[in-house]
């Protein structure tokens, strides 16, 4: 099935929210059973269009998402009200306390630096070269001088794709609260266009 790779754009929404509830579910799994309802508490906090899309041409169906975070703003804004809403107030507010944690990352940004997150693949649109797509599109962009991402402990199986794009590690970061989040620290890469380490 063909894709193509482009910005997301307000009709892919819930289609991004549908990826990334899929992708992220076990984060959510503690706190609800509902990936629908994820989904529809995930949707009206993105900024889709600091998302890369990878969409299947013959549905139309969001299949992968890549987010940027710089200076201008991060790909999500946690609103603790909507995740009341999707799952009810102490699981919502519990939410948007882990939410908010993960998606301002970093809490500040170096000049021309953007921060790469949710890199998420439908899992019946695997291991057709998405996500490796989705990067080349924002890398081969050149909009920043700088791009970053973090790898959790226990998702190793992610960093040869980020190093055959370039990406280098740069170290590991402790992680609060692992034994909550079950995992103990990232791996910080970073990729220089242009081919600079960084």
Request: glycine share 12%; proline share 5%; aromatic share 8%.
């Amino acid at each position: 099935m063909p894709y193509l790779i482009r910005t997301g754009t307000e009709a892919d929404r819930q289609g991004i929210a549908d990826v990334m509830a899929e992708a992220y579910y076990y984060m959510f799994k503690s706190l609800t059973q509902d990936r629908k309802g994820v989904a529809r508490g995930l949707a009206p906090m993105l900024h889709p269009e600091r998302f890369t899309v990878a969409v299947a041409q013959d549905t139309g169906r969001v299949a992968g998402t890549v987010g940027l975070s710089d200076a201008e703003g991060y790909a999500i804004s946690v609103q603790p009200q909507v995740l009341r809403e999707a799952m009810g107030f102490i699981k919502g507010n519990l939410a948007a306390a882990a939410l908010r944690e993960m998606v301002t990352r970093p809490k500040a940004f170096q000049p021309g630096q953007a921060h790469l997150d949710f890199v998420s693949v439908r899992e019946a649109d695997r291991g057709q070269g998405l996500a490796q797509g989705m990067l080349r599109h924002i890398l081969d962009s050149k909009g920043h001088a700088l791009y970053t991402l973090d790898v959790t402990e226990g998702n190793e199986q992610a960093l040869p794709l980020f190093e055959g794009l370039g990406f280098a590690r740069t170290g590991t970061e402790p992680e609060k609260a692992a034994a909550l989040k079950g995992f103990s620290f990232r791996y910080l890469l970073a990729y220089r266009p242009g081919g600079d380490k960084a």
